[in-house]
């Protein structure tokens, strides 16, 4: 009997798109025939992707739109996005159906259907704001199948701009039209889950952004005295993800404190956060959780500036305990279910207080082994319950297409 074959998408790299990555790892071992369609777009993102595809038996296709190497793509999408979304702008987003907005919102869009059909599949599942319709585009034409997952708010994505209000609100009418055909949504976590359900009458699968859980135990000992090293990671380094009040923080208690950020930093953003700053180089999913190894303390110090960030659980969140690593965080509406299992593991104050995160770190320097203490219990937290492995995380997916493919 030949295994059923499922058709991943994302509109961005696989290296920076976990979700999808274990996704594709989780059903391939699962029996399913696994094939992946994402995007080229950078030069350090595509050789992220090469070394990941090259540890992965299922089979992908890209999408590339690199200058160097899909320039043809990109122009051309870079073209059919601005006038779609000119004639949106003109017309209002009642015009046109479903796929004019659906290429205004998704540059690719036209190209990931396409690789998507490219040959047969029995469900295709679409990750990232920009392959929600392609997926559905491509169900809808196989007459087979969709399912999406929702892995951010993208109806309160943005500021408060007008154009940031209009690419909120195209974001909104795109789910509110892909959304009721699916054959079943993910989300991740459980504040997401409820404010799709609420704003968008969409039901959704929690799955939330966790690693696997790592085949060696973390090194919880320390060496007393030496200086707090604290961690946090993104795709990029840039305002508005708390740093700023961190960098405050620290100088305000007066502790020493090393902070070593990981991503690729905007053009003067760290020259502006002062000295002090380690960078470190993006690394891919694969190596996330070992890279929080070395540190003590990891920053997810999210902002509520918009709804996505009030209600979201970061990976960064749900990382630093498999690591080892007691997390900082900003306490909301997104956090607090982590927060109510770490409980005093996790050290939290509320967004932009850096009062408050000044008294924590001041508290971490001062109180001899309660350092070593809520980085274990966070380590025990991570085994317990947050890892990718748990039947509420993997186990919710598997579940879920089960459900769909009979399988």
């Known amino acids: 009997m030949a295994r059923p074959r499922l058709c991943l998408l994302t509109a961005g790299h696989l290296s920076t798109c976990p979700r999808m990555l274990k996704a594709a790892d989780a059903l391939h071992e699962a029996g399913y025939a696994v094939r992946v369609v994402s995007a080229r777009l950078t030069d350090w993102a595509a050789q992220a992707d090469d070394v990941l595809l090259a540890a992965r038996s299922w089979r992908s296709t890209a999408v590339d739109s690199q200058r160097a190497t899909g320039n043809a793509v990109r122009i051309r999408s870079g073209v059919r996005q601005r006038v779609q979304g000119a004639a949106l702008s ?30 047969p599949a029995d469900l295709f599942y679409g990750g990232t704001s920009g392959a929600l319709a392609a997926a559905a585009e491509a169900g809808r034409r196989a007459a087979v199948p969709y399912a999406l997952d929702l892995e951010d708010f993208h109806p309160g994505e943005n500021d408060i701009s007008p154009e940031g209000r209009a690419r909120d609100a195209l974001a909104a009418r795109i789910v509110a039209e892909v959304a009721p055909g699916a054959a079943f949504v993910t989300t991740a976590g459980a504040a997401m889950a409820a404010e799709y359900a609420r704003v968008c009458q969409v039901s959704c699968v929690t799955i939330d952004n966790v690693f696997a859980l790592p085949s060696v135990a973390p090194e919880i000992r320390r060496t007393r005295g030496s200086a707090l090293r604290i961690y946090w990671f ?145 380590w025990q937290a991570a085994r317990a319950r947050w890892h990718w492995d748990h039947p509420l995380e993997k186990g919710a997916l598997l579940a879920s297409v089960g459900r769909v493919l009979g399988a």
């Open 90 to 119: 003109l017309t209002g987003h009642e015009a046109g159906g479903p796929r004019r907005r659906a290429r205004a919102y998704a540059r690719l869009h036209d190209e990931l259907v396409a690789a998507a059909l490219a040959e």
């Open 234 to 378: 993104s795709q990029t380094v840039g305002p508005g993800r708390g740093l700023e009040e961190l960098i405050a923080a620290r100088e305000r208690a007066g502790v020493p404190a090393e902070i070593h950020v990981r991503g690729l930093p905007t053009p003067g953003y760290v020259e502006r956060l002062g000295p002090g700053i380690v960078v470190h180089a993006p690394a891919p999913p694969d190596a996330m959780v070992e890279a929080c190894r070395p540190f003590d303390l990891g920053f997810a110090g999210e902002r509520v500036d918009t709804r996505n960030r009030a209600i979201c659980l970061s990976n960064k969140a749900l990382t630093y305990p498999l690591a080892g690593v007691a997390p900082l965080l900003s306490q909301t509406a997104g956090t607090a279910p982590l927060v109510a299992e770490l409980g005093d593991a996790a050290l939290t104050f509320a967004p932009g207080d850096v009062e408050g995160l000044a008294a924590l770190l001041s508290r971490v320097w001062a109180e001899a082994g309660w350092l070593e203490s809520a980085r274990e219990r966070a």
